[in-house]
């Protein structure tokens, strides 16, 4: 299986705040990486597919980077609805595995 | 637009067997581009996927699943479904169907269902 490691698990920031995850896939995936976020209770959302394309409705303020094997989302200026859990997950070889998660607290 | 709702017991015994179904509106479960997904998440624990299928018939499964996994589509229904057998306390967890759009290198799970908690206990 191919390992995803995401990093930090988990981060503090504020409001306005510019926020970079990071994602490692265990071997090469091309861009077959995608990004949700999941709000407690809820479904995981799709953000970000093929490594940098924005889902549709999803705001401008997100964005995806990266080949290989290293990934990162980087959301320009988090607001209120950002906090949340982000998780990355590969779609290059089955099984389609996740990374451990990235919970966004509020500072 | 499209959605997609579990249903299925929310308590299992342990040996016993886990039934989920997901029923599709709003659109066609026989739609080329599209497969049908379950993932699970136990509590306070990240993602993992569990198995597909395709309006065809055709499914994958996780290998760490797979011996206890079984995914089936009623397209007449707009339906597929989940069976998980022997099931042990390790299973308990918020069961998601899901829609797996693949298109060049866009493969991903667009929709998803709002979960469903299973609980394995006598």
């Known amino acids: 299986d191919i390992q995803m490691t995401q990093s930090p698990s988990s981060l503090s920031a504020s409001v306005r705040d510019r926020v970079t995850i990071t994602c490692r896939a265990s071997q090469s995936i091309s861009i077959y990486l995608n990004w949700y976020q999941q709000k407690p209770g809820k479904a995981p959302k799709l953000l970000i597919y093929a490594a940098s394309s924005l889902q549709s409705g999803v705001p401008s303020r997100f964005s995806g980077s990266g080949s290989g094997t290293d990934f990162t989302l980087t959301i320009s200026s988090l607001q209120p609805e950002d906090f949340a859990t982000y998780y990355c997950q590969q779609s290059y070889s089955p099984p389609h595995t996740f990374g451990g998660g990235t919970k966004v607290e509020i500072k | 637009q499209l959605q997609l709702q579990e249903s299925g017991p929310g308590l299992v015994k342990p040996s016993e067997t886990l039934s989920l179904t997901c029923t599709v509106s709003g659109g066609s479960i026989r739609t080329s581009s599209y497969y049908w997904a379950w993932i699970r998440q136990p509590p306070g624990e990240g993602l993992k996927w569990i198995a597909t299928?395709?309006?065809?018939?055709?499914?994958y499964y996780n290998p760490s699943l797979k011996s206890r996994v079984t995914i089936s589509v009623d397209t007449s229904k707009n339906q597929f479904s989940l069976k998980l057998s022997s099931v042990t306390a390790a299973d308990t967890a918020v069961y998601y169907c899901?829609?797996?759009?693949?298109?060049?290198?866009?493969?991903?799970?667009?929709?998803w269902g709002q979960g469903t908690m299973v609980t394995v206990s006598s």
């Open positions: 899901a829609r797996r759009v693949v298109v060049g290198v866009n493969d991903a799970f667009d929709i």
């Open positions: 299928i395709y309006y065809s018939g055709n499914t």
